[in-house]
């Protein structure tokens, strides 16, 4: 079984610059949950996609948007980077069924982007 | 608004000595409670899910409770391996997942 493996490991962007962060979600998950985590604070909920549609979104601005695809991978894109923007990109992976749940969620070793 | 706080933020204690970590929430209709463990640089590691008040799980040296307003991490006789931050979440309002800012606990040999 393929855990949650996310692309690239380390990202150096400049403010201003766009983003694009990937996630190969578990063998036989169906949903993917992206969060933020800064640094010595618990990961903060971006957004969810379940069968390539959104399917819940936290308090982050339209700047951050997502796809997911067929295959169920999936990616963060991030426009008009901020210096507020660095931290650590997590992708969680789930297997989940409509209005049942509630489901424990996969983490992948996350994105550590870097601001400057 | 729905809430997760977790107490204490720091906890260090000898090899041995066994302590507790708190995690306390404030959410409508809480429908279960995650336990997650996450080492530096690393994703959160899945621990335990509970659903009800009164549930109890364990898992090596951890014990996870659960009751209306808070849940309990139990951690009996740690080892300097079971260094890690850890981390409560619950489901809030469709398919958000709140998480706290977790316990960084030190195992000292």
């Known amino acids: 079984e393929t855990g949650v493996t996310q692309s690239p490991t380390h990202l150096i962007k400049t403010r201003g610059q766009q983003v694009t962060l990937r996630c190969s979600s578990q063998?036989?998950?169906?949903?993917v949950s992206w969060y933020q985590q800064a640094l010595g604070q618990g990961p903060q909920f971006i957004f969810q996609y379940y069968r390539e549609e959104e399917n819940g979104r936290g308090n982050f601005p339209p700047r951050f948007s997502g796809l997911q695809f067929p295959n169920y991978s999936s990616e963060l894109n991030v426009n008009a980077l901020e210096l507020d923007d660095s931290a650590l990109y997590l992708c969680a992976s789930s297997f989940e069924l409509p209005d049942r749940g509630p489901y424990e969620q996969y983490f992948g070793p996350g994105t550590r982007l870097t601001v400057t | 608004e729905d809430q997760v706080t977790q107490s204490p933020e720091a906890l260090r204690l000898q090899e041995g000595e066994s302590s507790s970590l708190n995690c306390s929430y404030t959410?409508?209709?809480?429908?279960?409670l995650f336990w997650y463990r996450q080492d530096p640089g690393k994703g959160p590691e899945f621990l335990f899910t509970?659903?009800?008040a009164g549930e109890e799980k364990e898992k090596e040296r951890l014990k996870a409770t659960l009751t209306k307003k808070e849940s309990f991490l139990h951690i009996t006789a740690p080892k300097p391996e079971d260094s890690a931050t850890y981390l409560c979440?619950?489901?809030?309002?469709?398919?958000?997942?709140?998480f706290g800012s977790g316990t960084r606990l030190s195992i000292r040999p």
């Open positions: 509970l659903y009800s």
């Open positions: 063998s036989g998950h169906n949903t």
């Open positions: 979440a619950v489901p809030s309002s469709a398919s958000k997942i709140i």
């Open positions: 959410v409508s209709g809480l429908r279960g």
